[in-house]
């Protein structure tokens, strides 16, 4: 039993680059709620966060850009050559992550949630699960994802791996171990196999399929499914027809980045919008019409179960990234509640690196607060 009355919570753990996120998603897309402890980590040094001023204190100001937050990169180059450092940093950030964590579990309405975190079994936040499900990768395949997704030099990559205890460690304590080398698919296989023998109400926490719809143009929103990717690439490649053409397989790889919600006129699949929630802020990167709909009865089915669809995932904010004629719209996006900002005038730091990491070149932000309240004020 877990230590949070009336839920089912999964541990979620592996090693750098093994693929973690990529299943914390899959059982997004399963109805789990998702909790990225690490970015709630980020959260908690924030300027103006209780962790702030004390690892300023430990460490010097020397790990502070010109911004005055933080430089991450800066921190990591002194912890990960020391594990006493190490050792230090966590003291003062991870009790700050538990109690994040457990405002989250506690606030959220899903009866299922999943907690990711690299340091989940060191910090012993595992015993509070339910199960314990441990990612693996062969060490080569870390290397490369690193070297890729992480700009790291082969030298710094070996660094941060060496830091961390041997994989087997955990796997040795897991109820679950996913092996996350090869497709998507592979992987969603193992996840779906283990969700299915282990979570008790995972009938139940599967999303319902139909969200919302007007009945008199026959629209209807549905939440995007693997078994749909062989349908949304064909819309895309026909909606895009100037982009390189994407597979079933492409699709379901970037199930391991982000959801889909799909605008159906009776069966046909005529719309789609592809978005992501990350560290309480949604991200929506991928808005396709096909041009003959009514845009405005289209472009607010999908915004709003976009917004409806994150804010029962706690987010604070939403961004929107669309082309400059979509951002012309004016009308439709200030009846929608955004306007369109640049990533540094968005006022929390959380949403500022949301933007920059999200934002695809050529493409205009438009932005809404989805809570008054920021939840995890100060962290």
């Known amino acids: 039993m877990s230590q949070w009355p009336g839920k089912y919570v999964i541990g979620l753990t592996g090693n750098i680059a093994t693929g973690k996120s990529v299943v914390r998603r899959m059982l997004e897309h399963l109805g789990a709620y998702g909790i990225d402890a690490d970015a709630l980590a980020h959260r908690a040094i924030a300027r103006g966060a209780p962790g702030y001023q004390p690892v300023v204190d430990l460490f010097g100001r020397y790990i502070l850009g010109p911004d005055g937050e933080i430089d991450r990169r800066r921190l990591g180059k002194i912890v990960f050559n020391d594990p006493v450092a190490l050792a230090d940093l966590e ?3 991870h009790p700050l992550v538990a109690q994040a964590i457990d405002f989250l579990v506690r606030r959220a309405s899903q009866p299922v949630a999943v907690i990711e975190a690299i ?16 990612v693996y990768a062969p060490p080569e395949v870390q290397l490369a994802r690193l070297m890729r997704t992480r700009g790291l030099t082969e030298a710094e990559a070996r660094q941060r791996m060496a830091a961390q205890p041997p994989q087997e460690q955990k796997m040795a304590l897991a109820d679950v171990i996913i ?4 497709t998507f698919e592979e992987t969603w296989k193992q996840v779906v196999v283990a969700w299915q023998r282990l979570v008790p109400v995972a009938e139940a926490t599967a999303p319902a399929a139909d969200v919302m719809s007007s009945e ?3 629209l209807t929103v549905v939440r995007g499914r693997p078994r749909d990717a062989a349908q949304i690439a064909a819309l895309i490649n026909r909606l895009r027809p100037k982009a390189p053409l994407l597979t079933a397989e492409d699709i379901m790889a970037a199930f391991g980045e982000k959801a889909f919600l799909l605008l159906r006129n009776n069966t046909t699949l005529q719309g789609v919008i592809g978005w992501q929630v990350e560290n309480l802020v949604a991200r929506t990167t991928d808005i ?8 405005k ?20 904010a939403s961004l929107v990234f669309v082309a400059p004629e ?12 955004y306007k369109i900002t640049t990533p540094e005038q968005l006022e929390a730091l959380a949403w500022q690196e949301a933007a920059r990491e999200s934002m695809p070149p050529g493409t205009v932000l438009l932005f809404k607060k989805l809570r008054q309240e920021r939840i995890l004020r100060p962290i």
């Open 288 to 295: 396709l019409l096909e041009p003959t709909l009514p845009l």
């Open 216 to 218: 008199r143009l026959a």
């Open 179 to 182: 092996r996350n080398a090869g």
């Open 91 to 93: 003291r003062i950030v």
């Open 119 to 134: 340091k989940l079994v060191e910090a012993n936040l595992h015993r509070a699960c339910d199960s314990l499900w441990v």
């Open 326 to 337: 979509l951002a012309r719209q004016e009308l439709i996006w200030r009846e929608l509640g």
């Open 297 to 316: 009865s289209a472009l607010t089915l999908l915004i709003q179960e976009m917004e409806r669809a994150s804010k029962d995932l706690q987010c604070e």
